[in-house]
């Protein structure tokens, strides 16, 4: 039987160092790659959670024109985006409240886990989850 894994999620930005900012400034995410596509003018930046955790990565995608600029901030007309588990909910809560991050649900117990829904830099919605 064939075995898969979803490596990348691309994620449309405005800027790339825009971007880096918030992910590995402010959200702590390591920087796994940032290479110049010669010919294509663009990059591929790629950005992953704290540990890696072997799920998929992100892919910073600078918006190329101006259907793709609409599209930054609402990739999925307004429903939570990424799901950003971790292994100790309150520490990554308070960390990134204390970063200036803005919380859109305060934490709450669900029967799956501890939740908070955040906005990223551009308004995308992500949970922020212990998984129970």
């Not at 999620?9 to 400034?25: K, M, N, P």
């Not at 959670?49 to 990565?57: K, L, M, N, T, V």
């Amino acid at each position: 039987m064939a075995q898969q894994s979803l490596a990348l999620v691309s994620l449309v930005v405005r800027d790339y160092d825009e971007a880096l900012g918030f992910y590995v400034g402010t959200l702590g995410f390591a920087l796994v790659e940032d290479r110049h596509v010669p010919g294509q003018g663009k990059r591929w930046v790629v950005v992953a959670p704290p540990g890696g955790g072997g799920g998929a990565r992100l892919l910073l995608a600078r918006a190329s024109d101006d259907a793709q600029a609409s599209r930054v901030g609402n990739q999925t007309g307004g429903r939570v985006f990424l799901f950003l588990e971790t292994d100790d909910f309150r520490r990554d809560f308070e960390r990134y409240s204390a970063r200036g991050v803005v919380f859109v649900r305060a934490p709450r117990q669900e029967p799956y886990g501890t939740v908070a829904v955040f906005r990223d830099l551009y308004g995308n919605l992500w949970d922020l989850i212990q998984p129970a």
